[in-house]
Every structure is written in structure tokens, then in C-alpha cells.
């Protein structure tokens, strides 16, 4: 249903010493086996009960249950952290070694222990580099993801060619990268600021196995997208003159599938270049949104619904809850 907010032990029997001679090896054998046994049960009660001290047993039945979901339990802080619990390195790509988009910066999470990862690709607005979104590469990275900043071949490239240019870094990412090991290539998603935003739902329509989109401030001269199947999350700001929300992210979002999950975020006192700066707003729902349909991580539903109220950085948010993806 689609909604909207605006807002003591017994003495022991002494056996007779003369019948305790002949056996004594065995006797031996016996203790010794006894002992060992107890040894183990003590062993395995103690882990027992260090395992559930420490959740283990629930932890356990989550990730047989969901196999993706990476990281601690998440807490409004924690999403809403500079970083997030994943220390970060990074490489850079050069435009040279790659075809289709024009190089960019991959983050990814160091640790291998949690096995592989989910991925986004973002691409940057008209006239702008990589450098515009470069925010987002560690901040997401740090919460368990791989994260690719594109340049695009040129600045003045146009939606459509952007929702392509995304498309050619997932697939360097998940065939060729120096990273590729660490990715889950089932397991892909879409970002973008203004044209990179529309770049982003056109990435969606012509990809439907893409498992998340985020359009920022997205433009786009197409304005209608039934067609998409992935969850989306549009941002919109009730401040932008280049891409108003009335005449982009609204019917953006009114156009897409009503069985579909996505939600509408219109960032409250923002204008079309508040993603090109740290937002913690835009930072802690796209979180969620790439947990909850990246990893299926179903701890993250708390954040998106029920839906967001109105605040002093929200001036509306609408949504379709429960989530179904």
C-alpha cells in the first residue's frame, strides 16, 4: 500500500583392594576415557555458552537465512557515520585500460573474511567528473560494498549514454577488475547524480537484474518509466531550479510500477548540487535502500518503513510498505 509522510555428594563405596590389582590397567583406560570425555562436554558447554553470550546461534540462523547480509546489526549512528564498520583501500582505473566509460575510482572493503560483496556503480552529472560523487565511494564502501565512481567518456554525454557507461563499469568491475574476486556479480547496483541520475533509471530499464537504483537530483527528458523492475529510491530536492522535482523526480517516481518498491526522498533547505557534497541524509537512506535490496538485508527495512516523517533535511518522503523484493 503506497502511503506518504510530510512531515554435597554421596560418600563413594571403597571397593576391596585385592580385587582392585588385577584390573588396574583397565581402571587406567577407563579414568582416562572418563576424563576425556568430560574434557570434551566441558568444551563444548563452554563454547555453548560463549556462543550464545556472544548471539552466535542467532547470528548463525540469519546468515543461513540470508547468505549476503554483511556487517554488525545496524544502528541510526552507525548508518549515519562517516564510515561505516568496513576499513577501505582503493585503486584507480584508468580510462585507458578500460572501453564504454571513462575510467574512475573503485572503493572496496579490505577485509575477505565476510566473503564477497554487492556493487554500485555511480556516474556523475553534465560537465562534471568523478570527483562531483567522489563523497560517496568510501562512505558506502565502509558499510560493505564495492563502489565504483566513473568518469564518463566525455562531460556532455546524455542520459542514455550514462545509463550505458554504468552499465560497461559493472560489467569491468565483475569480468576484468582487479577486484573482482571480492564481488557477488548477482548482486548489482545503480547510482547517479543529475544526468548520471537519469543515466541511472536508464541503466535499470535496459538491465532489469539490477537489484537497486538511486537517481540524485536526476535529470532526464523521459519522465516516464514503467518498464523498470528494480527497486528505486529517488532524491529529489525541493530547492533545484535545473531539475525541479515537479517536472523530474515526481513524475519519475509517479511513473514507475505501483507493485513496485521504490520511495520518493525530497531533501528539505537542498538544490540540485547538495549530492555533490557529504549528506548525511542522502547517505543513510542509500544505505539502507543498497542493504535492503543489494543484500536483501532485511535489519535495514527499520530505516525505510514505516516511511521517514517530514524534518528539518526532509521535506516529504512517499514509499510502498511493506517491502517486498
Excluded at 547470528?59 to 564498520?85: D, K, L, Q, V, W
Excluded at 560494498?145 to 542514455?160: A, C, E, G, R, S
Excluded at 533509471?201 to 539490477?210: C, D, F, G, I, V
Amino acid at each position: 500500500m503506497q502511503q506518504q509522510n510530510r512531515a554435597v555428594p554421596a560418600e563413594p563405596v571403597r571397593p576391596d583392594p585385592s580385587a582392585r590389582r588385577p584390573h588396574r590397567l583397565t581402571s587406567r583406560l577407563v579414568r582416562a576415557g572418563l576424563a576425556a570425555l568430560l574434557a570434551a562436554g566441558g568444551l563444548v558447554a563452554a563454547q555453548a555458552t560463549g556462543a550464545q553470550a556472544n548471539g552466535t546461534p542467532a547470528a548463525a540462523a540469519r546468515a543461513a537465512a540470508n547468505p549476503y547480509e554483511r556487517g554488525p546489526a545496524p544502528t541510526t549512528a552507525g548508518i549515519e557515520a562517516s564510515r561505516g564498520p568496513y576499513a577501505v583501500s582503493q585503486t584507480t582505473v584508468s580510462s585507458l585500460s578500460v572501453t564504454g566509460f571513462g575510467g574512475g575510482t573503485v572503493y572496496y572493503p579490505t577485509s575477505t573474511s565476510d566473503g564477497t560483496f554487492g556493487v554500485v556503480a555511480i556516474a556523475p552529472g553534465f560537465t562534471a567528473y568523478q570527483s562531483s560523487i567522489a563523497w560517496l565511494g568510501p562512505r558506502l564502501a565502509s558499510q560493505g560494498f564495492v563502489v565504483f565512481t566513473i568518469d564518463t567518456l566525455t562531460t556532455l554525454d546524455q542520459p542514455d549514454s550514462r545509463g550505458r557507461q554504468l552499465l560497461a563499469a559493472l560489467d569491468y568491475l565483475t569480468q576484468r577488475s582487479t577486484v573482482r574476486s571480492r564481488i557477488d556479480s548477482t548482486r548489482l547496483g545503480v547510482m547517479g547524480h543529475s544526468m548520471g541520475g537519469g543515466g541511472t533509471l536508464e541503466a535499470a530499464k535496459s538491465r532489469p537484474s539490477l537489484q537497486a537504483a538511486i537517481p540524485l537530483t536526476g535529470w532526464n527528458l523521459d519522465t516516464t518509466w514503467p518498464e523498470i523492475q528494480t527497486p528505486t529510491l529517488i532524491v529529489g530536492a525541493d530547492g533545484d531550479t535545473i531539475a525541479p522535482v515537479a517536472t523530474h523526480s515526481e513524475p519519475f517516481y509517479r511513473s514507475l510500477p505501483s507493485t513496485l518498491d521504490k520511495a520518493y526522498l525530497e531533501l528539505r533547505g537542498a538544490t540540485h548540487f547538495t549530492p555533490n557534497s557529504s549528506n548525511t541524509t542522502i547517505a543513510k537512506y542509500s544505505i539502507s535502500w543498497l542493504k535492503r535490496f543489494i543484500d536483501n538485508d532485511t535489519r535495514y527495512e527499520q530505516f525505510l518503513c514505516p516511511l521517514p516523517q517530514a524534518s528539518l533535511t526532509i521535506a516529504e518522503y512517499r514509499g510502498n510498505c511493506p517491502h517486498t523484493s
